[in-house]
T-cell receptor, first 112, second 115 residues
Framework: SQKIEQNSEALNIQEGKTATLTCNYT??????LQWYRQDPGRGPVFLLL?????KEKRKERLKVTFDTTLKQSLFHITASQPADSATYLC???????????FGQGTTLQVKP | EAGVAQSPRYKIIEKRQSVAFWCNPI?????LYWYQQILGQGPKLLIQ????????DSQLPKDRFSAERLKGVDSTLKIQPAKLEDSAVYLC?????????????FGPGTRLTVT
């Protein structure tokens, strides 16, 4: 069956460092991969989308890579700030209907 | 631009009772999604509407859950009767077309506690 795995343990890093979050998937061939941020008590907020034929995408301090051979996406936040502390969700879709399949999320804590 | 609106924000009911959630998507968005998010997990799609029609309800427990989207705008999700395992946050999302290359906009969710 399809499976999407993100680091279940919280990631704790120091302010200014680069945070790297991992999203692995099996038994799936996604056409698109999206990353969302979720703060406590709020709905997810879209951050970045990357297509299967793209290797890398950047937006300000964010960078996403997508390796369809390894079946893995990496999400980087450079020069991290305490305000970046949140849960980050990866989501995949292979259909044209927009149906997203989410990972369980990784909680990032950036310490000042 | 106003975001996705949901109500109520919180609801506590006893098992076997019924409950309804309301969602108003972003104006002009044709596609509306209902997700269930259990604590510690990612959102799971329950049902997807394209305008008035259902696109995907494969993971909707149809013996107890129902949803409708009248006039292609607002939507209501109902649970009847509720079970303890229905305790979760119910998220509504919308997007312009329901296609994979478009991001989804989420509402704040309704936190349901079934006792």
């Amino acid at each position: 069956s399809q499976k999407i795995e993100q680091n279940s343990e919280a990631l704790n890093i120091q302010e200014g460092k680069t945070a790297t979050l991992t999203c692995n998937y099996t038994n799936y061939s996604p056409a698109y991969l999206q990353w969302y941020r979720q703060d406590p008590g709020r709905g997810p907020v879209f951050l970045l989308l990357i297509r299967e034929n793209e290797k890398e995408k950047r937006k300000e301090r964010l960078k996403v890579t997508f390796d369809t051979t390894l079946k893995q996406s990496l999400f980087h936040i450079t020069a991290s700030q305490p305000a970046d502390s949140a849960t980050y969700l990866c989501a995949l879709t292979s259909s044209n209907t927009g149906k997203l399949i989410f990972g369980q999320g990784t909680t990032l804590q950036v310490k000042p | 631009e106003a975001g996705v609106a949901q109500s109520p924000r919180y609801k506590i009911i006893e098992k076997r009772q019924s409950v309804a959630f309301w969602c108003n998507p972003i104006s002009g968005h044709a596609t509306l999604y209902w997700y269930q998010q259990i604590l510690g997990q990612g959102p799971k799609l329950l049902i997807q509407f394209q305008n008035n029609g259902v696109v995907d309800d494969s993971q909707l427990p149809k013996d107890r859950f129902s949803a409708e989207r009248l006039k292609g705008v607002d939507s209501t999700l109902k649970i009847q009767p509720a079970k303890l395992e229905d305790s979760a946050v119910y998220l509504c999302a919308s997007s312009w077309p329901g296609q994979a290359r478009y991001e989804q906009y989420f509402g704040p969710g309704t936190r349901l506690t079934v006792t």
